[in-house]
């Protein structure tokens, strides 16, 4: 079974400028997460989608972020326009739906935004 | 509210030393607890769980014990291996919610 897998794995780019990052989930998985890790802090939740949903967005920092999870599969991060306090590891994880024990989340490998 | 705090980083051992990571924990409700680690280059994977009070995770040789009464889930194992060296992030997930995650520690094994 393929993983979670997350796309660039890296980008860095200059403040004002746009950047979209992508997340492909497990196969069959409803639930999608985003979360972000900004250096040295904690990783903190963004929003989390089922299916093509939005179920909870309360952690999306501003408007500068939008997520879209089209058809219920893949999801995009988009940041328009980039700041420096963007700067971050974006983690995307997916599970399936049911009760927390029976639905681990797993992770993407993450994709390393570097704005400039 | 939820939220996790563990053990400032980074750890340096010597392989083969005794490891413990602490973490503590508030929560509304009553979580599951986790232990997540990120080797370099890699994703999150998930280390242990423990998911009511007085449960023991463990996995690869480390160990979690949920402790109620002193809220707190701390990580040990007992010979640390080079092989070991990674972040480790504590967190706890209520219900069907997101997971609440600690600030991660790294730890540095050398031989």
């Known amino acids: 079974e393929a993983g979670v897998t997350q796309f660039p794995s890296h980008s860095v780019i200059e403040k004002g400028q746009t950047v979209t990052l992508r997340c492909d989930p497990i196969?069959?998985?409803?639930?999608l997460y985003w979360y972000r890790r900004v250096m040295g802090k904690e990783i903190k939740f963004l929003l989390h989608f089922v299916k093509e949903s939005k179920q909870d967005e309360s952690g999306m920092p501003n408007n500068r972020f939008l997520a879209e999870r089209t058809g219920g599969t893949y999801s995009t991060l988009k940041v328009q326009p980039a700041e420096l306090e963007d700067s971050g590891v974006y983690f995307c994880a997916s599970s399936q739906l049911g009760g927390a024990d029976n639905s681990p989340l797993h992770f993407g490998n993450g994709t390393r935004l570097t704005v400039t | 509210g939820n939220s996790v705090t563990q053990m400032e980083g980074p750890v340096t051992l010597s392989e083969e030393a005794f490891l413990t990571i602490n973490c503590t924990y508030t929560?509304?409700?009553?979580?599951?607890l986790f232990w997540y680690v990120q080797y370099p280059g890699e994703g999150l994977q998930l280390l242990l769980k423990a998911t009511k009070a007085d449960d023991k995770g463990s996995n690869k040789g480390f160990e979690a014990t949920y402790r109620k009464e002193t809220t707190s889930f701390h990580l040990e194992k007992g010979s640390v291996q080079v092989s070991d060296s990674a972040v480790y992030f504590c967190?706890?997930?209520?219900?069907?919610?997101?997971?609440?995650f600690g600030t991660g520690t790294r730890l540095t094994v050398i031989p």
């Open positions: 967190a706890l997930r209520v219900g069907a919610n997101n997971l609440f």
């Open positions: 196969s069959g998985h409803d639930n």
């Open positions: 929560a509304t409700g009553y979580p599951s």
